[in-house]
Protein backbone atom coordinates (compact mmCIF):
# COMPACT_ATOMS: atom_id res chain seq x y z
CA UNK A 1 0.00 0.00 0.00
CA UNK A 2 2.70 2.30 1.04
CA UNK A 3 4.42 2.20 -2.44
CA UNK A 4 1.07 2.35 -4.38
CA UNK A 5 0.67 5.47 -2.30
CA UNK A 6 3.92 6.74 -2.97
CA UNK A 7 4.02 6.21 -6.63
CA UNK A 8 0.42 7.96 -6.95
CA UNK A 9 1.99 11.22 -5.26
CA UNK A 10 5.34 11.12 -7.19
CA UNK A 11 2.54 10.71 -10.30
CA UNK A 12 0.45 13.82 -9.45
CA UNK A 13 3.77 15.56 -9.13
CA UNK A 14 3.00 15.50 -5.08
CA UNK A 15 7.06 14.19 -4.93
CA UNK A 16 10.11 15.05 -7.45
CA UNK A 17 12.12 12.05 -8.06
CA UNK A 18 15.94 12.86 -5.95
CA UNK A 19 17.44 10.67 -8.46
CA UNK A 20 18.77 13.76 -10.87
CA UNK A 21 19.97 16.92 -9.51
CA UNK A 22 19.40 18.83 -12.41
CA UNK A 23 16.23 21.23 -12.18
CA UNK A 24 15.46 20.61 -15.37
CA UNK A 25 14.97 16.75 -14.35
CA UNK A 26 11.07 16.72 -14.51
CA UNK A 27 10.52 18.91 -16.96
CA UNK A 28 8.28 17.32 -19.91
CA UNK A 29 9.86 19.62 -22.81
CA UNK A 30 13.39 18.68 -21.93
CA UNK A 31 12.53 14.84 -22.36
CA UNK A 32 10.64 15.75 -25.69
CA UNK A 33 14.24 17.47 -26.64
CA UNK A 34 16.38 14.61 -25.53
CA UNK A 35 13.89 12.27 -27.17
CA UNK A 36 14.19 14.17 -30.63
CA UNK A 37 18.19 14.21 -30.40
CA UNK A 38 18.35 10.76 -29.51
CA UNK A 39 15.55 9.89 -32.15
CA UNK A 40 17.95 12.09 -35.17
CA UNK A 41 21.11 10.19 -33.38
CA UNK A 42 22.91 13.08 -32.44
CA UNK A 43 23.10 11.49 -29.07
CA UNK A 44 23.22 8.24 -27.54
CA UNK A 45 20.31 7.28 -25.33
CA UNK A 46 20.87 8.84 -21.73
CA UNK A 47 23.90 11.17 -22.95
CA UNK A 48 21.44 13.93 -22.24
CA UNK A 49 19.94 12.64 -19.45
CA UNK A 50 23.29 12.35 -17.26
CA UNK A 51 24.12 16.15 -18.77
CA UNK A 52 20.97 17.37 -17.50
CA UNK A 53 21.68 16.52 -14.24
CA UNK A 54 24.40 19.24 -13.63
CA UNK A 55 21.80 21.70 -15.70
CA UNK A 56 20.32 23.89 -13.16
CA UNK A 57 17.29 27.15 -13.22
CA UNK A 58 19.21 30.67 -13.08
CA UNK A 59 17.09 32.72 -12.01
CA UNK A 60 19.01 35.74 -12.63
CA UNK A 61 18.88 35.47 -16.00
CA UNK A 62 14.92 35.67 -16.10
CA UNK A 63 15.56 39.06 -14.07
CA UNK A 64 18.12 40.31 -16.88
CA UNK A 65 15.94 39.48 -19.78
CA UNK A 66 13.11 41.24 -17.90
CA UNK A 67 14.56 44.34 -18.08
CA UNK A 68 17.19 45.15 -20.66
CA UNK A 69 19.11 48.20 -21.25
CA UNK A 70 17.30 48.21 -25.29
CA UNK A 71 13.87 48.74 -23.51
CA UNK A 72 14.27 50.44 -20.66
CA UNK A 73 16.53 53.25 -21.56
CA UNK A 74 16.13 56.39 -23.54
CA UNK A 75 18.59 56.85 -26.14
CA UNK A 76 20.87 59.75 -24.54
CA UNK A 77 20.91 57.13 -21.58
CA UNK A 78 21.79 54.01 -23.92
CA UNK A 79 24.54 56.45 -26.28
CA UNK A 80 27.04 57.35 -23.21
CA UNK A 81 27.01 53.34 -22.08
CA UNK A 82 28.92 52.41 -25.74
CA UNK A 83 30.14 56.03 -26.77
CA UNK A 84 33.04 56.29 -24.43
CA UNK A 85 37.42 56.68 -24.96
CA UNK A 86 38.36 53.06 -23.59
CA UNK A 87 36.32 51.57 -26.43
CA UNK A 88 37.27 53.99 -29.03
CA UNK A 89 41.14 53.57 -27.87
CA UNK A 90 40.78 49.70 -27.47
CA UNK A 91 39.07 49.88 -30.86
CA UNK A 92 42.53 51.54 -32.49
CA UNK A 93 44.40 48.55 -30.82
CA UNK A 94 42.43 45.45 -31.75
CA UNK A 95 42.31 47.65 -35.29
CA UNK A 96 45.80 48.08 -35.33
CA UNK A 97 46.47 44.49 -34.51
CA UNK A 98 44.01 42.61 -36.81
CA UNK A 99 44.31 45.42 -39.59
CA UNK A 100 44.80 42.65 -42.56
CA UNK A 101 42.00 40.12 -41.18
CA UNK A 102 39.53 43.31 -41.02
CA UNK A 103 40.31 44.71 -44.63
CA UNK A 104 39.98 40.82 -46.03
CA UNK A 105 36.88 40.43 -44.21
CA UNK A 106 35.71 43.95 -45.88
CA UNK A 107 37.01 43.32 -49.41
CA UNK A 108 34.98 40.08 -49.55
CA UNK A 109 31.56 41.12 -47.88
CA UNK A 110 31.57 44.73 -48.39
CA UNK A 111 31.27 45.37 -44.61
CA UNK A 112 33.13 48.05 -43.44
CA UNK A 113 36.07 47.09 -40.67
CA UNK A 114 34.94 49.68 -38.40
CA UNK A 115 31.35 48.09 -38.49
CA UNK A 116 33.19 44.77 -37.81
CA UNK A 117 35.05 46.78 -34.89
CA UNK A 118 31.77 48.70 -33.40
CA UNK A 119 29.95 45.24 -33.63
CA UNK A 120 33.36 43.81 -31.23
CA UNK A 121 33.07 47.16 -29.30
CA UNK A 122 28.93 47.08 -28.20
CA UNK A 123 28.93 43.19 -27.69
CA UNK A 124 32.37 42.27 -25.42
CA UNK A 125 34.63 45.07 -25.40
CA UNK A 126 37.08 43.03 -28.32
CA UNK A 127 36.59 39.86 -26.48
CA UNK A 128 37.25 41.31 -23.25
CA UNK A 129 34.01 40.88 -21.32
CA UNK A 130 32.14 37.41 -23.61
CA UNK A 131 29.39 37.07 -20.41
CA UNK A 132 29.79 34.87 -17.16
CA UNK A 133 26.42 32.56 -17.21
CA UNK A 134 26.80 29.01 -18.13
CA UNK A 135 24.62 28.62 -22.23
CA UNK A 136 23.01 26.16 -21.15
CA UNK A 137 22.00 26.61 -18.23
CA UNK A 138 20.56 30.33 -19.87
CA UNK A 139 19.18 28.75 -22.49
CA UNK A 140 17.43 25.93 -20.73
CA UNK A 141 16.57 28.37 -17.87
CA UNK A 142 14.80 30.74 -20.82
CA UNK A 143 13.57 27.62 -23.06
CA UNK A 144 11.48 26.40 -19.84
CA UNK A 145 10.72 28.73 -17.78
CA UNK A 146 10.59 32.07 -19.70
CA UNK A 147 6.91 31.74 -21.99
CA UNK A 148 6.74 34.83 -23.75
CA UNK A 149 10.12 33.27 -25.85
CA UNK A 150 10.13 29.88 -25.15
CA UNK A 151 10.10 28.65 -28.03
CA UNK A 152 13.19 30.99 -29.71
CA UNK A 153 15.22 29.49 -26.85
CA UNK A 154 14.60 26.05 -26.91
CA UNK A 155 15.24 26.16 -30.15
CA UNK A 156 18.93 27.92 -29.60
CA UNK A 157 19.03 25.15 -26.76
CA UNK A 158 18.50 22.15 -29.33
CA UNK A 159 20.75 24.05 -31.83
CA UNK A 160 23.71 24.66 -28.91
CA UNK A 161 23.68 20.88 -27.92
CA UNK A 162 24.13 20.22 -31.89
CA UNK A 163 26.82 22.56 -32.04
CA UNK A 164 28.39 21.36 -29.12
CA UNK A 165 28.43 17.54 -29.75
CA UNK A 166 29.28 18.13 -33.39
CA UNK A 167 32.45 20.75 -32.48
CA UNK A 168 33.77 18.04 -29.30
CA UNK A 169 32.91 20.94 -27.06
CA UNK A 170 32.11 20.91 -23.81
CA UNK A 171 28.29 21.98 -22.92
CA UNK A 172 28.98 22.54 -19.40
CA UNK A 173 32.20 24.89 -19.67
CA UNK A 174 30.79 27.31 -22.48
CA UNK A 175 30.24 30.47 -20.63
CA UNK A 176 28.33 33.54 -22.21
CA UNK A 177 25.67 36.55 -21.74
CA UNK A 178 22.50 35.86 -20.15
CA UNK A 179 20.41 35.00 -23.15
CA UNK A 180 23.18 32.58 -24.06
CA UNK A 181 25.06 34.06 -27.00
CA UNK A 182 28.24 33.32 -27.21
CA UNK A 183 32.18 34.21 -27.75
CA UNK A 184 33.93 37.59 -29.20
CA UNK A 185 30.86 38.43 -31.80
CA UNK A 186 28.21 37.02 -29.28
CA UNK A 187 26.47 34.82 -31.81
CA UNK A 188 23.73 32.68 -30.64
CA UNK A 189 24.04 28.92 -31.19
CA UNK A 190 22.00 29.02 -34.29
CA UNK A 191 23.66 32.07 -35.93
CA UNK A 192 27.01 30.13 -35.12
CA UNK A 193 25.62 26.65 -36.79
CA UNK A 194 24.74 28.97 -40.01
CA UNK A 195 26.72 31.75 -40.47
CA UNK A 196 29.75 31.69 -38.77
CA UNK A 197 33.31 30.62 -40.80
CA UNK A 198 36.73 29.70 -40.35
CA UNK A 199 38.50 33.03 -41.09
CA UNK A 200 42.11 31.87 -40.37
CA UNK A 201 41.98 28.53 -42.24
CA UNK A 202 42.71 26.30 -39.90
CA UNK A 203 39.77 23.85 -40.57
CA UNK A 204 37.85 24.48 -37.07
CA UNK A 205 35.17 27.64 -36.46
CA UNK A 206 35.96 29.18 -33.21
CA UNK A 207 34.71 32.71 -32.09
CA UNK A 208 34.91 31.90 -28.36
CA UNK A 209 38.51 31.81 -28.99
CA UNK A 210 39.48 33.32 -32.24
CA UNK A 211 39.32 36.77 -32.76
CA UNK A 212 39.76 35.89 -36.08
CA UNK A 213 36.60 33.59 -37.12
CA UNK A 214 34.63 36.04 -35.25
CA UNK A 215 35.91 39.22 -37.75
CA UNK A 216 34.69 36.94 -40.56
CA UNK A 217 31.30 35.29 -39.16
CA UNK A 218 30.30 38.75 -37.94
CA UNK A 219 31.16 40.30 -41.70
CA UNK A 220 29.08 37.41 -43.04
CA UNK A 221 26.83 37.63 -40.72
CA UNK A 222 25.62 41.17 -41.96
CA UNK A 223 26.31 39.85 -45.65
CA UNK A 224 23.88 37.01 -44.72
CA UNK A 225 21.41 39.52 -43.64
CA UNK A 226 21.22 41.63 -46.50
CA UNK A 227 24.04 44.12 -46.16
CA UNK A 228 25.00 46.48 -49.49
CA UNK A 229 28.13 47.43 -49.62
CA UNK A 230 28.67 51.41 -50.23
CA UNK A 231 25.20 52.07 -49.22
CA UNK A 232 24.34 54.70 -46.14
CA UNK A 233 23.10 53.36 -42.58
CA UNK A 234 21.03 56.25 -41.33
CA UNK A 235 21.22 60.44 -41.59
CA UNK A 236 20.23 62.69 -39.65
CA UNK A 237 17.11 64.50 -40.81
CA UNK A 238 15.69 68.10 -40.77
CA UNK A 239 12.12 69.22 -39.76
CA UNK A 240 10.17 70.80 -42.77
CA UNK A 241 7.00 70.91 -41.65
CA UNK A 242 4.89 70.15 -38.30
CA UNK A 243 3.86 66.62 -39.98
CA UNK A 244 7.25 65.25 -39.22
CA UNK A 245 5.43 62.82 -36.05
CA UNK A 246 3.53 60.89 -38.87
CA UNK A 247 6.91 60.43 -40.78
CA UNK A 248 8.50 58.09 -37.53
CA UNK A 249 8.05 54.59 -36.74
CA UNK A 250 9.31 51.70 -34.33
CA UNK A 251 9.61 49.59 -36.91
CA UNK A 252 12.99 47.83 -37.63
CA UNK A 253 12.47 47.29 -41.27
CA UNK A 254 11.85 50.08 -43.78
CA UNK A 255 8.21 51.09 -44.36
CA UNK A 256 8.15 54.41 -46.47
CA UNK A 257 10.62 56.05 -49.24
CA UNK A 258 12.48 59.24 -48.91
CA UNK A 259 9.86 60.60 -50.88
CA UNK A 260 7.14 60.28 -48.56
CA UNK A 261 9.45 60.97 -45.44
CA UNK A 262 9.98 63.85 -47.51
CA UNK A 263 5.79 64.71 -47.71
CA UNK A 264 5.90 64.15 -44.22
CA UNK A 265 8.27 66.46 -43.08
CA UNK A 266 11.27 64.80 -42.72
CA UNK A 267 14.54 65.32 -44.80
CA UNK A 268 17.75 63.77 -45.02
CA UNK A 269 20.53 66.92 -44.07
CA UNK A 270 23.00 65.36 -46.35
CA UNK A 271 22.60 62.58 -49.32
CA UNK A 272 20.99 64.78 -51.58
CA UNK A 273 21.37 62.31 -54.38
CA UNK A 274 19.48 59.53 -53.26
CA UNK A 275 16.24 58.53 -55.19
CA UNK A 276 13.08 59.35 -53.80
CA UNK A 277 12.28 55.77 -54.02
CA UNK A 278 14.48 54.85 -51.54
CA UNK A 279 12.96 52.56 -48.82
CA UNK A 280 13.19 54.47 -46.07
CA UNK A 281 12.05 54.58 -42.28
CA UNK A 282 11.98 58.28 -40.14
CA UNK A 283 13.44 57.66 -36.68
CA UNK A 284 12.42 59.67 -33.20
CA UNK A 285 14.90 58.92 -30.63
CA UNK A 286 15.09 60.85 -27.17
CA UNK A 287 18.29 62.91 -26.92
CA UNK A 288 20.00 65.40 -24.73
CA UNK A 289 18.43 67.99 -26.41
CA UNK A 290 14.88 66.30 -26.87
CA UNK A 291 13.93 64.58 -30.26
CA UNK A 292 16.72 63.21 -32.54
CA UNK A 293 14.71 62.64 -35.63
CA UNK A 294 17.02 60.29 -38.48
CA UNK A 295 16.24 58.27 -41.46
CA UNK A 296 17.52 55.01 -41.46
CA UNK A 297 18.35 52.83 -44.85
CA UNK A 298 18.49 48.88 -45.33
CA UNK A 299 21.60 48.75 -43.84
CA UNK A 300 20.35 50.07 -40.64
CA UNK A 301 17.17 47.27 -40.49
CA UNK A 302 20.52 44.79 -41.07
CA UNK A 303 21.79 46.06 -38.34
CA UNK A 304 18.89 45.02 -36.10
CA UNK A 305 18.97 41.69 -37.40
CA UNK A 306 21.63 41.10 -34.60
CA UNK A 307 19.76 42.95 -31.91
CA UNK A 308 16.50 44.21 -32.67
CA UNK A 309 16.85 47.55 -31.39
CA UNK A 310 16.55 50.74 -33.46
CA UNK A 311 18.85 51.96 -30.46
CA UNK A 312 21.77 49.39 -30.50
CA UNK A 313 21.69 49.55 -34.34
CA UNK A 314 22.14 53.89 -34.05
CA UNK A 315 24.86 52.61 -31.33
CA UNK A 316 27.01 50.58 -33.59
CA UNK A 317 26.32 52.98 -36.30
CA UNK A 318 27.80 55.97 -34.59
CA UNK A 319 30.76 54.13 -32.79
CA UNK A 320 31.56 53.04 -36.08
CA UNK A 321 32.00 56.22 -37.40
CA UNK A 322 33.76 57.37 -33.75
CA UNK A 323 36.16 54.56 -34.75
CA UNK A 324 36.80 55.76 -38.38
CA UNK A 325 37.09 59.26 -37.33
CA UNK A 326 39.68 58.43 -34.62
CA UNK A 327 41.55 55.98 -37.02
CA UNK A 328 41.96 58.75 -39.41
CA UNK A 329 42.85 61.60 -37.44
CA UNK A 330 45.43 59.37 -35.80
CA UNK A 331 47.04 58.45 -38.91
CA UNK A 332 47.16 62.07 -40.31
CA UNK A 333 48.71 63.11 -36.99
CA UNK A 334 51.33 59.84 -37.41
CA UNK A 335 52.23 60.59 -41.28
CA UNK A 336 52.76 64.35 -40.43
CA UNK A 337 54.58 63.35 -37.99
CA UNK A 338 57.16 61.19 -40.13
CA UNK A 339 56.67 63.92 -42.74
CA UNK A 340 58.20 66.24 -40.75
CA UNK A 341 54.71 68.72 -41.00
CA UNK A 342 53.37 70.11 -38.14
CA UNK A 343 49.52 70.07 -38.06
CA UNK A 344 49.40 73.42 -35.67
CA UNK A 345 48.39 76.67 -36.52
Known amino acids: MATWWHGALAAFGFLTSTSQAGDFSQYEELSALI ?8 YAPGELSKLFEQVNRQPKVLESIARPAEKSKEWRDYRPIFMTESRLSDGLVFWDTYH ?13 AS ?26 TLGFDYP ?18 QN ?4 LSIQGSYAGAMGFPQFMPSSWRNL ?12 INNPVDAIGSIANYFKGNGWRPGEPVAARARLTSQNYD ?8 AVSTLAQLANQGLLPRDLANLPGNTPASGIRLQGTNGGEFWIGFNNFYVITRYNRSILYAMAALQLSQALDAAK ?6 AASATSGVSLLP
Open 100 to 112: KELARAESATGVP
Open 35 to 42: EQLEADKI
Open 196 to 207: AVDFDGDSRIDL
Open 115 to 140: MILAILGIETKYGYNKGSYPVIESLA
Open 168 to 171: GMDP
Open 328 to 333: QERDQV
Open 246 to 253: TATSTELK
Open 148 to 165: PRAPFFRKELKEFLILTK
